[in-house]
Structures are given as structure tokens and as C-alpha cells.
């Protein structure tokens, strides 16, 4: 109850939407951690790395703590963060084969979680190599349609290695091969076309 006083009511409003930003920052510096881990601290020859920070600038993540993750991420100053990717196959509900990609710094943990995951909602673990089979390993670039017309993500993606690009609701997708995805995001931003 708030009586007269307006941050009485005001705080358990801040509360909610502090708790919300807390997350999303969270899952935003360890995305900068781990690219600076993968390839170095200099942003201009990272392309991962400079996606992740201008993720957290669009969502207001402070300067200082976008520096401080990639510091750790790179290993400089001492501190250092162990990430590790792990591969999860498993059965959803009716049997649809899932894969599962953690990054995680305690493995047990992310296995207990995964199992846990799976099994509140129908799910199962399945053995390595029972579901991957049915996958391939694909990069995904969503474009918005806002200045840009299909012919010209068409030539500026395709010229790069692009597969195939789709159209959707807000713009189109880029499909290629996961390695390919940076040469065709440099090639996309060479052109003048943004991405997300």
C-alpha cells in the first residue's frame, strides 16, 4: 500500500522491470565474453564480437561493464571466464528429435538442466548421434525490408556465398553455410544493408 508516498508504489514497478534488464544484460555480456574468448578483444577483427556489443548498446548495456566483459572474455587483466559449448540430442513430445547447444560453464549443471528441461515436457535424452543426422549446421541472417528490396539482398548475398534468401513478415532471411556467414554479413553491410 502506498499511501502518500509515490515510490511506494513506484518501487515494486522499477523491481520487476530492473529484474527483467538484470537478465537480458546478463545473457548479453556473456555472448560478448564468449566471442572475445573465440577471436581476440579487437572488434574490427572480430565480427562476432562487434554484433554481440552493438546487441548490448541497443539495449542500453553500460559502457564500462560491454569493456569489462571483453576483457575477461579476451583473458586480459587476470580474470578469465571457461565457457564450454555442449551438444544435447534428445526426443521432444511425439518424438521430434531436438538438438540442444548450451554454453555453459559448469557441464554438469547444463546436463542436469537439459534432462530436466526435456523430461517437464515430454521430452527424452537420446544417445550422441541418434538425432544429429537429421540436421545440418546453417547461418541465418535476418534483414528488414526498411530500405531494401529483395534484389538487392539477393546480389549483395548470393555474390558472397549466400544459399538462399526467403522472404518473411518483417523482411527476408539469408541461408548459408556457417561458414560463410561472416563473409556474407561483411558483404551485406559493404552493400549498405542492415541486418539483425
Excluded at 554479413?185 to 542492415?194: F, H, K, N, W
Amino acid at each position: 500500500m502506498s499511501g502518500h508516498s509515490k515510490w511506494a508504489t513506484t518501487k515494486h514497478k522499477k523491481a520487476v522491470v530492473d529484474a527483467r534488464r538484470a537478465k537480458s544484460w546478463a545473457k548479453l555480456i556473456k555472448n560478448i565474453e564468449v566471442a572475445a574468448k573465440l577471436g581476440g578483444a579487437d572488434l574490427q577483427g572480430n565480427p562476432t564480437l562487434f554484433d554481440a556489443v552493438l546487441k548490448a548498446k541497443k539495449t542500453s548495456v553500460p559502457k564500462d561493464n560491454i569493456d569489462r566483459a571483453i576483457k575477461r572474455g579476451a583473458g586480459i587483466g587476470g580474470e578469465s571466464v571457461e565457457y564450454s559449448s555442449i551438444m544435447y540430442e534428445g526426443y521432444g513430445p511425439n518424438g521430434v528429435a531436438l538438438m540442444i547447444e548450451c554454453l555453459t560453464d559448469n557441464k554438469n549443471r547444463a546436463a542436469a538442466e537439459v534432462r530436466t528441461a526435456l523430461s517437464r515436457n515430454g521430452g527424452t535424452l537420446a544417445d550422441p548421434g541418434s538425432v544429429a543426422y537429421n540436421f545440418s549446421r546453417k547461418g541465418v541472417i535476418v534483414v528488414s525490408e526498411e530500405g531494401t528490396t529483395e534484389d538487392d539482398v539477393m546480389l549483395a548475398a548470393l555474390e558472397a556465398g549466400a544459399e538462399e534468401i526467403e522472404p518473411h513478415a518483417q523482411g527476408f532471411e539469408v541461408i548459408t553455410e556457417a561458414s560463410d556467414v561472416v563473409a556474407v554479413r561483411s558483404a551485406l553491410v559493404d552493400a549498405g544493408i542492415e541486418y539483425e
